[in-house]
């Protein structure tokens, strides 16, 4: 049934909203990598830093996603798709990003060449939350027969928006600058939503379902780890990290 089905055409001012806004996107070369001469961390002092994401109180009860508008989405669930925006087991938030937010003065880190995948499958964005450093490639693929747009509206970096109307094609994004939080939407299934946040660093993860990261090979030193979160807001606390030393931290929401 999928392999028949024909794309959906995209409405002409999605198309006309797309080609206005190729000229701007920045998802086109990679920038300079790193921003200036690597500074080496020395692996002999060199800590980590394990933080725990907790959620106090009951959740939201998650919404079910209505795909009734797009019948080629709807026919890709045989069960009610739950929205996914607080995720919370056993008192641990998934999908929080966890990074230093502050401490690591003018250091400058290597870039990884491989990009961080967000697949659009099912008319769904997965994985929903992604962080990616600056110069690092953040690749959509469509897994999809729909036509899906990817639009990105950053607050600091310059905005994108490009249709992928082919199965299994892929496109990537650069950032040249950091941003935590930046929301991705499909003009075309509103309920689609992803996040992606950049760092110049690379001491960033995004929380699994037992809400704890680890962020390793840390220069010893005095940071403040932020925890980002899409519907919950921000939170902070200060560490330090002494000479291979392995802090542990708990942030806890709703913020008090
Ligand atoms: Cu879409």
């Given amino acids: 049934m999928i392999a028949t089905r024909r794309f959906r055409l995209p409405s002409p001012a999605l198309l006309a909203a797309v080609a206005l806004l190729a000229g701007c996107s920045n998802s086109g070369s990679p920038p300079s990598k790193a921003k200036g001469p690597i500074t080496p961390v020395d ?12 959620f106090t109180g009951s959740p939201p009860t998650p ?28 008192g641990r938030l998934a999908n929080a990003v966890v990074y230093i937010k502050s401490g690591l003065g003018d ?10 995948v967000v697949d659009q499958k099912g008319c769904l964005y997965e994985p929903r939350v992604v962080a990616v450093m600056v110069g690092q490639p953040l690749q959509f693929r469509n897994s999809d027969q729909e036509a899906h747009n990817v639009h990105g509206r950053p607050q600091v970096v310059n905005a994108w928006n490009f249709l992928m109307s082919r199965p299994n094609s892929t496109r990537e994004v650069f950032f040249d600058k950091p941003e935590v939080g930046i929301p991705v939407s499909c003009d075309v299934h509103p309920w689609m939503r992803a996040y992606v946040s950049v760092f110049d660093h690379p001491y960033f993860a995004v ?26 807001g921000t939170l902070t606390k200060p560490v330090s990290v002494p000479a291979s030393g392995s802090p542990r931290l708990q942030l806890t929401y709703p913020e008090s």
């Fill in 43 to 54: 692996p002999a002092t060199a800590g980590s830093i394990e933080v725990q994401v907790a």
């Fill in 207 to 232: 929380t699994p379902d037992d809400g704890t990261v680890t962020l390793n090979t840390v220069p010893p030193g005095d940071y403040v780890v932020g925890v980002w979160h899409e519907t919950l």
């Fill in 63 to 90: 919404k079910v996603i209505n795909m009734s508008g797009t019948a080629a989405c709807a026919a890709l669930h045989s069960t009610p798709v739950l929205e996914q925006s607080v995720e919370v087991k056993g």
């Fill in 107 to 116: 250091r400058a880190f290597a870039v990884p060449s491989e990009p961080v």
